[in-house]
């Protein structure tokens, strides 16, 4: 690689000057990016399947209404990721066809079960809360389109965050079995929850060069603390507890401890071996097979055609 065109490149980072798709970028930036887009935009479409399975069974037609915009919210996400992806050089056909081989990662979070109304509370609450720490951050990195793809993401989410935070305090102040169920969901999405940040920052492979070059504006520890900033008094303030007995912010440092999550479970989770892989793989891979006539139908010379006219 040029040392000069380097140089020029990291002077306009360390500028804060934002990239666009045609500007000189170095290798390793372009890969890195379609790497932590393209995941990003899988975690998005995976992600709507956990909470998509409630829309029938939410208890009341006004959360059926929310959810459904909510997850169709979701579903937008990752068009303008899988856009943001696309100006760095892979096409949206082959994003798709790493994410159903399970070549490509995505989120852990959502390889775990939803099994009651409360799990689909906690994840609108808690994960899009999670998911606002790290992407507001990121949304002042460096990389223009992946930056106004998260800023509108990041106020969408705001909404979602809302939705979350109202289901889960209806059930936190409803009847004993309603807190109960609550409590539950909380206890089973503590640990993945706190996976969802990334290893810390000691382990993380990529944070080093991401900071560097400005894309990750925040260390996942960072996240992390922030996040449990944030949310763990909310939390304890509607009398839940979290399944961490060391769970603590420590007065002099303000630094949150707590007990580290289970990391061999992080990996195998991520690389395709949680309760949920198969299964949520296996949804997108009959979605692709079941829409292909669609795309096939709108690539043909006769709707090509038709189009214009509509
Ligand atoms: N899950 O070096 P590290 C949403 C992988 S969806 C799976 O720290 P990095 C929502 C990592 O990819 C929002 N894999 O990585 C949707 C790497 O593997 P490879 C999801 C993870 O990139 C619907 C390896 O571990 N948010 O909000 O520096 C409903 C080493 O890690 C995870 C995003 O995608 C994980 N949690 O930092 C509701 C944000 N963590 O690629 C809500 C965008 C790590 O070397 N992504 N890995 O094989 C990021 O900000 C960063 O990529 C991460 C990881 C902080 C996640």
Redesign the pocket.
Known sequence: EDPQLLAAFEARIARGEKIEPHDWMPALYRK?LI???E??????????L??GTWITRAPSFKRKMALMA??QD?VG?AQLLYGAAETLGKSREAMLHDLITGK???????NYPAFTWADSTV??WL??A???V??TA?AKGSYAPYCRALER?CAE?SF?LKYGHDAVVHLATGTPLQRQMVQEALNRWWPPIM?????P?K?????EV?VRWKV?MA??DE?RQQFMDMYVPKIWELGLTLPDPNLRKNAETGVWEYTEPDWEE??R???GDGPCNKERLAVRRTAEERGAWVRKALLSPKMQYVAPLA
């Open positions: 890195q790497r932590m887009i995941q990003h935009a899988h975690s998005e479409i995976i992600g709507a956990p909470e909510k997850v979701e996400h490509s990662k995505y989120s852990n979070i959502f994840i609108s994960v899009d999670g998911a606002i790290n992407q990121n993401i989410e979602h996976h969802f940040f990334g290893p920052d382990m993380s492979v990529h944070t991401l990750k260390t996942n996240c992080f990996k989770v991520i690389n």
